[in-house]
């Protein structure tokens, strides 16, 4: 499998579960807004940004999206994070409720930190309040670790970094170094024994792909899964990690910037036009000024990804720490060129 159909196919096994249970009607999947898990249909169904819904019939029926855990966008004023973690709750529960409850939902997929949908980093207390939730509705809770996966978090797992106990685990990209396309999906026993019972009754477990268990894309992860114990790649973008972020959080206080935010070596900053009120600019097109900030970095030989004004940055882990100084002094002064164009343009006064 490569990485789209990874989120289908685990799907697939939670439908394929709650039939063998006997609760043929146990089968919504939870999903937020803004987070990314492909764009097949079911994968695409799960992504919950609208541009990847629109002209395409998406979302099917059975998938649903809470709320996005962003606490600088959507927590309420005068809330702080631990209240805001705890309605993001209290809405999941309301959705679930009014999905059906255990009787129809079946479980909630969610990256550890979200990737595309800006590099969110939820609030401290937050998984461990939805899990709650998932627990009191007999939900599965399934980590799309993709992007999070194999020491992008400071862990091997995202998992590990932001205190989730998944029942299905599913990871890719990392798993070869991307050198090769290839995905897998893990499970737990209770998962595992499941699948097991349905598929004795059958006679046969119906379910696989062309590419499945590919040997050269196989042979291929397995050796870039050595390479990084050999270099301790792991170990190096632990140590990297405060010093990754210590950067990302300097950019705190640049006029442009509203929010600086980080988990290991994965970080975004947010463009905005009033640090005050978190005003975005409005100059056309969503995300232009931070387009702006991009196209600058990119003249200096930096590749940022601008998504909607909000700035990611997500090194190579090998990364040392001067190399770390080089990026971060090309991404300042691609902010001030991005700056001084909007001074110019009258878009912002600084």
Partial sequence: ?????????????????????????????????????????????????????RSFDLPIAGIVHTGCPHYYRFGAAGESEEQ????????????????????????????????????????????????????KYDMLFVADEVICGFGRTGNVWGCQTMGIKPDILTCAKALSASFLPISAVMINDKVYQALMMESDKIGTWGHGFTYSGHPVAAAVALEAQKIYDEIDLFGHAKRMTPIF?????????????????????????????????????????????????????????????????????CPPLIINEAELA??????????????????????FKG
Avoid at 26 to 40: E, L, N, P, W
């Fill in 1 to 53: 499998m490569v990485s789209g159909p990874v989120a289908s196919c685990f799907l697939k096994l939670v439908w394929y579960m709650n039939n063998a249970l006997g609760r043929p009607q146990k089968k919504k999947i939870v999903s937020r807004i803004k987070g990314y898990h492909g764009i097949t249909v079911a994968a695409g169904s799960l992504t919950g940004l609208p541009n990847n819904h």
């Fill in 84 to 135: 805001f973690a705890t309605r993001c709750a209290e809405e999941l529960e309301a959705l679930i409720i009014k999905e059906g409850g255990a009787d129809q939902v079946a479980a909630m997929i969610c990256e550890p930190v979200m990737g595309a949908g800006g590099v969110i980093v939820p609030p401290k207390g937050y998984y461990e309040k939805i899990q709650a939730v998932c627990r």
């Fill in 245 to 313: 972020q210590k950067h990302i959080q300097s950019f705190a206080d640049h006029p442009l910037i509203g929010e600086a935010m980080s988990v290991g070596m994965v970080g975004a900053l947010e463009v905005v036009a009033d640090k005050k009120t978190k005003a975005a600019f409005e100059i056309g097109a969503v995300g232009a000024a931070g387009t702006k900030v991009a196209n600058n970095a990119q003249a200096l030989g930096l590749f940022v990804r601008n998504m909607g004004d909000r700035v990611a940055v």
């Fill in 326 to 347: 080089d990026l971060f002094g090309r991404l300042r002064q691609s902010l001030d060129a991005a700056m001084a164009e909007l001074k110019s343009e009258g878009h």
